[in-house]
């Protein structure tokens, strides 16, 4: 799956980062960073359920995970 | 060639808008080869395709000039409003749209209503106005500020195409590409295609502004070497030290023997986006005018987005220490480490276009860098 980051949404809380370093960074100010420098970062499998997490528990409700893209 | 056989996109027609069949336009548009003139240039036909496979379609006429360098969609409404509704009917009709929009700064709203009174369209066209700031005419922002909603790009999910205004599937053209519509339907693809390349065919409104004797808009076959372009334009009225192709989101060029064409351009980065040319004098600083035009960008940020937000005002900073004189080694590469910071994060394309701009200030004016840094200016040389 991809993450979507709703970028007018995020506020830099962070639980994101926490929760999945294989896929993202963060930059100075808190924002998450997609390590492999996509717009929308592929999840890898064994990182899917915390990937749910992120989604489930952003305080912003900025993330979502869309299908592979075609 | 400089000069354009037939008749201009800055004149009204003379002749009525002939009736097309169903489905006809959009393979006249295909022929053609036209493609969008907001600065993106994607293909029009396959943007109609798109819109007419969904049903209550929503049509949007994008004059919103939000670029400072720009004035060719003003001078176009101003000069020829006629040929932009004639555009806005065809791609309404040819999309099945039950509800049609343009999309104007306040200053032409009353000139564009006063034309639209005095004809008999089939499908009403309602007047919208946008703000006069830079995003404002970016697609989603236009989406937004016509639904009521502050003029902002919005986080994009879905397409424009299938799910834009209040849902629906929405066609946002610029007002050029409309009117280049309604020269297709008078005249055809072939009539089109004499001028441009094989590739890039036809013609567009070139800015040119900046150092040239008579600043202004020209319409122009893609494809013309921007000498020649600056020439139409009076030629620069003194010695340059480099050209701003695409705008404020567009690139520095350090020479004028190049083709304004995607393919002639591309070796350098660039495109002819919506047609700015901005030709820089040889007295002023490379550098400052960079740091100038990012501070404006920065301003111009929505702020929505932290990336966006924070990135390009401490971009901006870095370039203006930089111009101003600060000799420290580190400033171009915090200004390298913020263009990659930003690059790809937000929900419109204003970071990225920025990204460009200094980027291609930072290659073009790299023996300007050198000289600040070691306390010079190549501004004091010409003096």
Redo the contacts between chains.
């Keep these: 799956m991809r993450l979507h980051i709703d970028w007018t949404a995020c506020d830099g809380r962070g639980a994101c980062v926490e929760l999945m370093p294989e896929v993202l960074d963060q930059d100075p100010w808190g924002y998450p960073i997609p390590k492999d420098g996509t717009r929308q970062p592929t999840v890898p499998p064994e990182t899917m359920p915390y990937a749910r997490k992120a989604v489930a528990y952003c305080p912003r409700l900025a993330l979502r995970l869309l299908p592979p893209a075609a | 060639m400089t000069t354009l056989t037939r008749q201009s996109l800055l004149t009204e027609p003379a002749a009525p808008l002939p009736v097309l069949a169903n489905g006809q336009l959009i393979g006249l548009l295909r022929e053609a080869g036209l493609t969008g003139h907001g600065g993106a240039g994607f293909p029009t036909w396959r943007k109609l395709t798109a819109v007419a496979a969904g049903s209550r379609a929503v049509v949007i006429g994008n004059g919103a000039e939000g670029e400072p360098a720009s004035a060719k969609d003003k001078t176009l409404l101003t000069r020829a409003p006629h040929l932009v509704l004639d555009g806005l009917q065809l791609a309404a009709t040819a999309v099945d749209a039950s509800d049609c929009y343009l999309y104007l700064p306040a200053a032409l709203v009353n000139h564009v209503r006063h034309a639209i009174a005095t004809r008999r369209d089939h499908r009403p066209v309602t007047v919208v106005t946008a703000p006069d700031t830079f995003v404002a005419g970016e697609e989603s922002a236009v989406i937004a500020g016509i639904g009521g909603a502050r003029p ?4 994009k ?1 879905k397409l424009v195409v299938e799910a834009g205004l209040r849902g629906r599937p929405t066609l946002v053209q610029n007002v050029e590409t409309l009117a280049h519509m309604a020269m297709i339907a008078r005249h055809g693809p072939a009539w089109f295609r004499r001028h441009g390349t094989e590739a890039e065919p036809g013609t567009f409104l070139a800015t040119v502004g900046g150092a040239v004797a008579a600043p202004g808009v020209h319409e122009v076959p893609y494809g013309i070497q921007l000498t020649d372009l600056l020439d139409l334009a009076g030629g620069p009225a003194t010695r340059l030290s480099a050209v701003l192709v695409g705008g404020y989101h567009g690139t520095w060029l350090p020479r004028t023997d190049v083709p304004m064409s995607r393919t002639g351009l591309a070796p350098y980065g660039a495109t002819p986006g919506a047609g700015v040319v901005h030709a820089l004098p040889a007295s002023y600083c490379g550098l400052m005018e960079t740091a100038r035009i990012t501070g404006y960008l920065a301003n111009q940020s929505a702020r ?5 937000r ?2 390009l005002p401490a971009m901006a900073d870095s370039l203006h220490r930089l111009a101003a004189g600060e000799r420290n080694r580190d400033l171009p590469r915090q200004v390298v480490a913020l263009t990659g ?1 930003v ?5 419109c394309h204003h970071p990225d276009g920025t990204v460009r701009l200094v980027r291609s200030a930072l290659t073009v004016f790299a023996d300007e860098i050198g000289r600040h840094l070691a306390g010079r200016c190549s501004t004091m040389e010409e003096r």
């Design positions: 902002l790009p919005t986080d999910r929505q987005c932290g990336p966006c924070f990135g910071l690059t790809n994060r937000g929900a």
